[in-house]
């Protein structure tokens, strides 16, 4: 087994207390991080110059429903992937949320392109971001309810505008 | 009522008719309605390598307004709906609908809670294209039904009359 990446280095060194898990398979750096957590993590991702992850890269959301062996963890885990340009090396550091209240702070000051991809992930799975300055559907209708990517979204539901519900 | 009151005799009546179909049926102006990957073939159709406009249909028009075919090119979701049958509405008559590739016929393989499952749950569709997606032999072949279809219909030239 290799040297811990820089990343999971200075990660784990400053935020011990935070830290849930980390794994670095095949090189891919992974961080879960405990819920509430995301925010000053991820900024410091940013701003620390050995790690400089100016890009963010994608913003996801995983809905755990009757997964195996996840009874008593929470429902949710939104995920980041982050990339330094500057380095040219990558991270994915995942926030689990609670189903009773999915919400997590916004990121969209520390990157202005969480804008869409949270509400995305809002549209999609009904994870709220607090502190997100235009929080409503991107992709689907107004008209729409429910949040379709949700494992208890039925896979047969249909919400049409207009025609018949086929 | 109508052009056969305007014109007396049955023979004159039937040429007439005939002679609508033809200049309809090779003045098609269309409406591309693309929305997806069907619109490739639609292009490489439309471009001088299989040269649509040696069928009459060389001139796609932008506004509904101005249209007598509605393309229908590549899946339609439910968010998108209204807006298709806006346009068909402001088509003016006469006009007709060609569903051009697999989502537009049936869906296609999506079949979510996003995806309409054939535009002919919302608007009358004339001439089915299948294919994901078709080639353009398919669409020239389709286009060529199409103008069969428009020969030999009754043709409405009088205002007031409506399709049927």
Redesign the interface.
Known sequence: MSQPSVTLQLLQERFASVIREVHSLHGDDTVVVEPGANLEVLQFCRDEPRLAYNVLVDLTCVDYLDYPDREGQPRFEVVYHLYSLEHNHRVRIKCPVAAEDPTVATVVELWPIADWLEREAWDMFGVNFAGHPDMRRI???EEFEGH?LRKD?S?S????????K? | MGVEKALEGGILLSRLDHVIGWARKYSIFQYPFVTACCGMEYMSTACSHYDIDRFGAGLPRFSPRQADVLFVVGTIS??L??VL?KIYEQMCEPKWVVAFGVCTVSGGFYN???T???ID??IPVDLYIPGCPPRPETVLHGLMMLQEKIQHEKQEVLPGQVRT
């Open positions: 992709l689907m209708y379709p979204y896979i539901r249909r919400q049409p505008l207009v025609g018949p086929n | 439910h968010k709906a209204p049958v979510n809670y996003a309409v499952q054939g749950t919302m």
